[in-house]
């Protein structure tokens, strides 16, 4: 079975500046979908980034990005120029894809934008 | 109005007692699945259905049972509720189509047990 770590359970960061959420998963497919949701307080799962395991450029989304190592089987988001809208929780999940697709999530990181 | 709806958004409700959390979706997907979240351990899958006559437990199904009645409807039952089973509830979908696995989240149901 597949999973997925996050080891912060919080973090912090001031606005404007950078900060990256770590991720990291066990899998013996080659090929697979890694995701990044937002839960903000409102407590709605939003989609922030997915990440096809076939393609080797890294997916970025406006602010957000991801650094992908397959061979590493970890994948961080990086959020640049924090605002104080990203203030939730975010969680990493994987996805085997196919027939079976259904996604695993990782424990989730509180993220905290301040002033 | 939402693409995925759950209903109710929040309830309280006593040990023992039958509780339904209904979902339903107007996006089309044949996937629908249920999972339970809870501080510190993520969102865990209770079960899901792959169309109306599939139904396959997640990792966590034991005190839960499911229906779906139709494409769009999929309904979470806790035929004999306990307080551990306070948690948020969510459903989701997925087009199998596009072959990608993202997930659609309905806006989630808080139950509490006492």
């Known amino acids: 079975a597949q999973t997925v770590t996050q080891s912060q359970p919080e973090m912090s960061v001031q606005e404007a500046e950078t900060v990256t959420l770590s991720c990291t998963y066990d899998?013996?497919?080659?090929?697979?979908?890694l995701f990044w949701y937002k839960q903000p307080p409102s407590r709605q799962m939003i989609l922030v980034i997915r990440q096809e395991a076939y393609k080797q450029q890294n997916a970025t989304e406006n602010r957000f990005s991801v650094n992908f190592q397959k061979a590493a089987k970890s994948f961080s988001l990086k959020i640049s120029d924090s605002q104080l809208g990203d203030t939730a929780m975010y969680f990493c999940?994987?996805?085997?894809?196919?027939?079976?697709?259904?996604?695993?999530f990782g424990t989730g990181t509180r993220l905290q934008v301040t002033l | 109005d939402a693409d995925v709806t759950q209903t109710p958004r929040n309830r309280i409700t006593k040990t023992g007692k039958r509780i339904m959390l209904e979902c339903s979706q107007t996006k089309g997907h044949d996937r629908m699945y249920w999972y339970r979240q809870d501080p510190g351990l993520g969102l865990r899958l209770i079960y899901y259905?792959?169309?109306?006559?599939?139904?396959n437990k997640g990792e966590i199904s034991d005190g839960y049972s499911v229906s779906r009645q139709a494409q769009a409807k999929f309904s979470l039952s806790l035929e004999s509720a306990i307080p551990n089973q306070t948690a948020l509830y969510f459903c989701?979908?997925?087009?199998?189509?596009?072959?990608?696995?993202?997930?659609?989240f309905g806006e989630g149901s808080r139950l509490t047990v006492l």
């Open positions: 989701a979908t997925s087009d199998f189509g596009r072959d990608t696995g993202e997930l659609f």
């Open positions: 899998t013996s497919e080659n090929n697979y979908y």
């Open positions: 999940a994987f996805d085997s894809g196919g027939t079976a697709s259904k996604l695993t």
């Open positions: 259905s792959f169309d109306v006559k599939d139904i």
